[in-house]
């Protein structure tokens, strides 16, 4: 009776023994007295043991979309992983001597499938999750859409091509008719005088066959008549076919005008209305540690809001990606120690309701941490003794895991995911299972937000670097420069001209209304108003003010943004704010009402417009990551953070002071 059982719990141990690509390392359920070090390929050794991974599997889900990623990488397709959130997977805190968790699983990638995987870190240090919503177009990495280009520019050169073909013809059938015509006309003519002179002929033959005289006479009038009228129809022949040659030519440069001016415009349109997300995979999300606590409405206040349209977001691109949540762990956020420190049980109502699956550092070492094993220490962070603490505490500094522990064991959960998921697609094939096709990834995204009326915006609303200058409609006397002298690059659209003026046309309308947690109550005089952040530089010398005003489309209250800070003696990107009414096309005016001798220069560097109504969360700590971004993503292309040069961390305290000051 047991034998069908039997054979197929065979089946399912040869598929589960015979592992994948992506599971060839090693561990073991051991004691830690330390931890391995970390070596690439095969054989990698785990820090964290089999049952500590799979603590950190906090949720799983139908894993659809993941095995629709690993499917891909198995029939030897490219694939493009990318991490946003904040400081702690930027990396640019914990790994000063190793790699931030997402190079753990880039690495783990690429190892299993060499010359697959291309990784992306998109994360920003001090942001929350409402200015990744806002912004996320620029750091996930969008592509050039070259199968959409080919497509538009083959549609127009052939539109173009029957047009040609049908002005050929066209010019070719009037020719030949013309010619047809005047030959005819020829032949008439010439028949008409020949009949004439025969019968004058004959006349004068039978009336006076003597005056041979006129009969010459006739006859040369009549070879002379028969000559201008041919002469006069060759030369009509030759004036309509250069006419008509010279009209074809002018048609056909125009056409090819035409041509190169259409498709300038379709690349310009496709390029600018594609897709956002063209090249994305696999995304990973981690704000578990920076997003804050709300104590009003549960999950219906501006931060958890501005965490779901981040997800729906990136759910609706275009390669339909598996979004996974990565969830941090701050064992010295106050109280300190406690297991129930975190929001991530509110995160993972999204999970559950958006079926995605998600790993949690904590699950995995907490009571490693409270342990105090070797590599998991908490009493004192690494950053306090850089060579003695180095592969035995946990985090870097009061917030940041460590690069060799604690963001390791973060990169090892995500790499044991993968491996996991593997294991089961060949468990899966042993039953008929297997990765679920892409065309039907896109229809698992729930219709509905799950905070009512959430949802997301589908068009830009973050403008910084090189895509700030497509929304600059009129310019006068600004100029898109670059003014850090030779250190850093930091683009930006300058004036020191009085009466210059800088339009900037963007799409204010709200995609979600405020709920009832939200700042700005309802009822209040912005309660229905966007707010509008213009990025500006300000310091000691030099800064001049700036006049921002609605023009066209929208309304709001004129306001000066102000350059000059004598009291504090540095140069910084700070956000100037205002509240703007919603319109699809919202035409904002910033010019400069005077400079004089030491306060000359105005410098605007990007925008962002909020997503709801009313007050965004988080906008006091937007500007670093506006000045970041600005900088890392100068001369084009999209951020990653690992574009930004990272110094060496000093050895000693007082090093570490002074890199601090």
């Known amino acids: 009776m047991g034998g069908p059982w039997l054979l197929l719990l065979a089946s399912v141990l040869a598929a589960a023994q015979a592992g994948s690509a992506l599971d060839s390392s090693t561990s073991s359920s051991r004691t830690l007295a330390g931890i391995p070090g970390y070596s690439r390929g095969e054989g990698y050794e785990y820090m964290l043991s089999m049952d500590q991974r799979e603590r950190g599997l906090g949720y799983l889900g139908s894993k659809r979309r993941l095995k629709a990623v690993l499917q891909r990488l198995r029939d030897g397709k490219n694939i493009h992983v990318t991490a946003v959130g904040g400081s702690v997977t930027a990396g640019l805190h914990g790994a000063r001597d190793g790699h931030s968790w997402p190079d753990y699983l880039f690495n783990h990638l690429e190892d299993a499938y060499p010359g697959q995987v291309t990784g992306h870190n998109g994360a920003v240090p001090g942001t929350i999750s409402s200015y990744m919503s806002a912004c996320v177009n620029i750091h996930v990495p969008q592509g050039f859409p070259w199968g959409a280009v080919v497509v538009a520019v083959v549609v127009v050169v052939v539109v173009v091509a029957v047009v040609v073909v049908v002005v050929v013809v066209l010019v070719v059938v009037v020719v030949v008719a013309v010619v047809v015509v005047v030959v005819v ?201 850089v060579e003695g603490l180095a592969g035995k505490a946990f985090y870097w500094d009061k917030i940041h895991p460590d690069s060799l522990t604690g963001l390791r064991a973060m990169g090892e959960l995500a790499m044991h995911l993968v491996s996991s998921v593997g294991r089961d697609m060949e468990c899966d094939a042993g039953d008929g299972g297997g990765g679920a096709p892409d065309a039907v990834l896109g229809e698992d995204i729930p219709s509905l937000p799950m905070v009512a009326g959430n949802h997301a915006a589908q068009h830009d609303r973050c403008f910084i670097g090189d895509n700030f200058k497509s929304i600059a409609t009129k310019n006068k006397s600004f100029e898109w420069a670059d003014d850090s002298n030779g250190r850093a690059e930091k683009w930006g659209y300058i004036s020191t001209v009085r009466g210059a003026e800088l339009q900037l046309t963007i799409n204010t309308m709200a995609n979600s209304a405020m709920g009832e947690g939200s700042k700005g109550k309802k009822g209040s005089k912005i309660a229905d108003l966007v707010m509008v952040q213009i990025a500006h530089v300000k310091s000691y010398e030099t800064m001049a003010a700036a006049k921002l005003s609605c023009v066209s489309g929208c309304t709001c209250e004129e306001s000066t943004i102000e350059g000059h800070q004598p009291a504090v003696h540095n140069t910084q990107l700070y956000l100037h704010v205002v509240y703007v009414s919603q319109a699809e096309e919202c035409v904002l005016s910033i010019s400069v009402p005077f400079v004089r001798a030491d306060r000359f220069k105005v410098k605007i560097s990007g925008i962002i417009v909020s997503e709801e109504t009313g007050e965004m969360a988080g906008a006091d700590k937007t500007q670093d990551s506006v000045e970041l971004v600005s900088t890392v993503t100068a001369g084009g292309g999209g951020f990653d953070v690992r574009n930004k040069q990272r110094n060496p961390v000093p050895k000693t305290k007082a090093g570490r002071r002074a890199a601090r000051r």
Request: hydrophobic share 65%.
């Open 185 to 385: 006309v020829v032949v008439v003519v010439a028949v008409v005088v020949v009949v004439v002179v025969v019968v004058v002929v004959v006349v004068v033959v039978v009336v006076v066959v003597a005056v041979v005289v006129v009969v010459v006479v006739v006859v040369v009038v009549v070879v002379v008549v028969v000559v201008a009228v041919v002469v006069v129809a060759v030369v009509v022949v030759v004036v309509v076919v250069v006419v008509v040659v010279v009209v074809a030519v002018v048609v056909v440069v125009v056409v090819a005008v035409v041509v190169v001016v259409v498709v300038v415009v379709v690349v310009v349109v496709v390029v600018v209305e594609s897709p956002k997300g063209l090249e994305t995979d696999l995304v990973l999300v981690e704000y578990t540690v920076n997003d804050v606590y709300a104590t009003k409405t549960l999950l219906d206040n501006e931060y958890r809001r501005a965490y779901e349209r981040l997800l729906r977001k990136l759910l609706m691109y275009p390669k339909a990606p598996a979004v996974v949540l990565m969830h941090s762990y701050n064992w010295m956020a106050p109280p300190i120690g406690a297991f129930w420190n975190s929001i991530e049980r509110e995160f993972m109502e999204l999970a559950y309701y958006y079926d995605l699956p998600s790993l949690s550092l904590k699950a995995a070492t907490y009571h490693l941490l409270r342990g105090g094993s070797e590599g998991f220490q908490v009493d004192a962070p690494r950053h306090d003794d």
